[in-house]
Every structure is written in C-alpha cells, then in structure tokens.
C-alpha cells in the first residue's frame, strides 16, 4: 500500500523558515517526480514544486521560487521542502505528491499519490 506521509508544518512569524517533510512508503519514488502543493481556505489546490524522477531537476511557481527549495533523499524514500522568507500568503496546508511518471508535471491531476497535508500558518 502505497503512503505518502508529510511532517514539519506549524505556526511561524513572517521572514521564518520552515522545513517540510514527506516520507513514502509502499514501494520506491526514486525514479518518479515528487511535488508539493498547497491549498489555502478558498482557494484551489495549486503548485509549488516538484523534483523531477529522472535527473532531480527542482522546479518551482513563481510565487516561491528563490526562497523555497525542495530536495530528495533517495536512500530515505524522503522529499523535503526548504521554506525561507515565508509570508502570510504562504498559508495553507500543504500536500505532498507522488507522480508515476519521472517527467514534471504542475498540475494535481497529475499525480497519482497524495499525502494528507501538513498546515503551515504564518503570522504577521
């Protein structure tokens, strides 16, 4: 059975960081793209990183690149998000996600696996 568990959320002040981490279990991610998403009250479901399967290649939304980083421990089955700078507007809970295929892909439908989601909640 496969499981995507996420651990790191909290509350934080505005300009914190914040390290997220999801474990998978169930059988081995190494060669497909993990993401993150997030989704705040209201608000769809969106993207904020994803590492690719087939070389690691990170990539990023616009609204966090240069101040998260997301990173992969294959030996652990692990996806990390590094979360730097963090502002309200990165309030939200946030998912992890496990795609079948090593491509990226920006989009929730195009990931089969989800974790339960961890709240990360900044104040000002």
């Known amino acids: 059975q496969v499981q995507l568990v996420e651990s790191g959320g909290g509350l934080v002040q505005a300009g914190d960081s914040r390290s997220l981490s999801c474990v998978a279990s169930g059988r081995s991610f190494n060669k497909n793209t993990m993401g993150w998403f997030r989704q705040a009250p209201g608000k769809e479901r969106e993207f904020v990183a994803a590492i690719s399967g087939s070389d690691s290649s990170p990539h990023y939304a616009d609204s966090v690149r240069g101040r998260f980083t997301i990173f992969r421990d294959n030996d652990k089955n692990t996806v990390h998000l590094q979360m730097n700078s963090l502002n309200v507007e990165d309030t939200a809970v946030y998912y992890c996600?496990?795609?079948?295929?090593?491509?990226?892909?920006?989009?929730?439908?195009?990931?089969?696996?989800w974790g339960q989601g961890t709240q990360v909640t900044v104040s000002s």
């Open positions: 996600a496990a795609r079948l295929w090593s491509t990226i892909s920006t989009i929730p439908t195009g990931y089969e696996n």
